[in-house]
């Protein structure tokens, strides 16, 4: 159930000490990769650190991390199981994301980290995670439109509710490659709220900061962190070249992550797995895929593996990423822990709207519930060509969550 507001959890976290500094992060695309960024300089500048992002991938705990490590499950087990006690006792009838982000905040205070830097949820303003007290730093990210059921219309409309997040007298990070009504929307938001906007330049980063490969989303994104840092830690401040050996070392699961699925379909094959679920992310994917896959395939066309949660706007998602000639399966994906009322979209209509962009009918598959047999076709049906994988960070869960049990 998502049910926004500040209410329920403010009195969940009335026992927690908040005795970390935070950095609190929103963005419809890029606020996951600026917390990990975040986070590697906080601890690579000898400060300790916890994460708190949102959805998890595989187990429910891998969501929060101390300094770049996801917690331990007796650790998190321990801190929920005092976090529903505390919701029980006091008949608050918190969400499941509110105890999630209560659980959050009570490992961060336990481990006695100097820092957490926390992924807003679900917009910004009325997120469970805007209970936050001591904020260092705000960012907000790329934004676009998604989740228009609970936060606008329009990307200005989306704005506002992400700048929900500002703080008076807490300097602002604004990724500055927004459009322009969104960054006066937040400029005139931050006027009245007293906060001070800060865009990063990533014009002095290169095309690839220390030879890492970088796309220019990811390079953007890294300006942002960068900035954040410098402003959250004065006194730690140092050049971004500095952070590029813990930058470099970074793994960041669901996001243009490459991976061998050799142990789901009994021999070697890479895919592209990545989390886009809208049409914002869906272009910087297809994108990626056009420069680095299509161009060296060959012409073998992209075999895809799709899955979308209820709601989302598969034809604009899948107008980014299908080209005629191409190949789709479609999947559910699982139940998603914690999550109950995640729902996927029915593979039919998946297929429906791949046909409208130009994927004839023997070139797809309806897999129902079967994440390996989708990958399973997509690997026969690429022949050699690339596998990609996309449309949901569910997806990313389900298919995680299979290779980790193969």
């Known amino acids: ?82 976090v529903k006690q505390r919701d029980a006792d006091g008949r608050i009838g918190a969400t499941e994301f509110e105890l999630l982000t209560a659980t959050a905040f009570e490992i961060f205070h336990r481990q006695r980290v100097e820092y957490g830097v926390v992924e807003v949820g679900l917009g910004g303003r009325l997120d469970a995670t805007n209970v936050l007290k001591e904020k260092a730093v705000t960012v907000i990210a790329k934004i676009g439109l998604d989740h228009q059921s609970f936060l606008g219309n329009t990307v200005e409309e989306i704005a506002l509710e992400k700048a929900g997040i500002m703080r008076p007298g807490v300097p602002c990070v604004v990724d500055p490659s927004n459009q322009p009504s969104v960054l006066e929307a937040l400029e005139k938001h931050a006027r009245n709220v007293g906060a001070e906007l800060h865009r990063p330049s990533a014009a002095g980063l290169g095309d690839a900061p220390g030879g890492l490969p970088l796309e220019p989303h990811q390079i953007q994104n890294l300006a942002c962190a960068h900035l954040a840092f410098r402003l959250a830690c004065p006194e730690r401040d140092q050049p971004l070249a500095r952070f590029l050996p813990a930058i470099s070392q970074l793994e960041w699961p669901g996001r243009l992550q490459k991976l061998d ?146």
Not at 2 to 16: E, K, N, Y
Not at 67 to 80: H, I, K, L, S, W
């Open 1 to 82: 159930m998502i049910d926004l507001g500040l209410a329920r959890v403010g009195r969940l976290v009335q026992q927690t000490p908040q005795t970390w500094k935070a950095i609190h992060v929103a963005g419809t695309n890029g606020k996951g990769s600026i917390c990990a960024y975040l986070s590697a300089m906080i601890v690579a500048s000898g400060r300790s650190c916890a994460r708190f992002t949102s959805p998890h991938l595989v187990d429910r705990w891998d969501c929060i991390a101390i300094n770049g490590q996801p917690v331990p499950e007796t650790v998190f087990r321990d801190a929920e199981a005092a």
């Open 261 to 406: 699925i050799q142990p789901i379909v009994h021999r070697p094959q890479e895919v592209l797995l990545d989390g886009a679920h809208n049409p914002q992310s869906a272009e910087v994917l297809g994108q990626y895929v056009d420069k680095h896959l299509r161009s060296r395939s060959q012409g073998k066309p992209v075999a895809w593996v799709l899955a979308a949660t209820r709601g989302k706007d598969m034809d604009g998602i899948l107008g980014l990423l299908l080209k005629p000639g191409d190949k789709a399966a479609a999947v559910r994906f699982g139940p998603v822990d914690g999550m109950p009322w995640v729902k996927p979209t029915d593979p039919a209509e998946l297929l429906q709207a791949a046909a409208r962009h130009g994927i004839a009918d023997a070139a797809t598959h309806d897999a129902g519930d079967d994440v390996r047999g989708a990958l399973a076709w997509a690997s026969d049906a690429a022949n050699g060509g690339p596998v990609v994988i996309a449309g949901s960070l569910y997806l990313v869960s389900s298919v995680l969550r299979q290779l980790r049990e193969s």
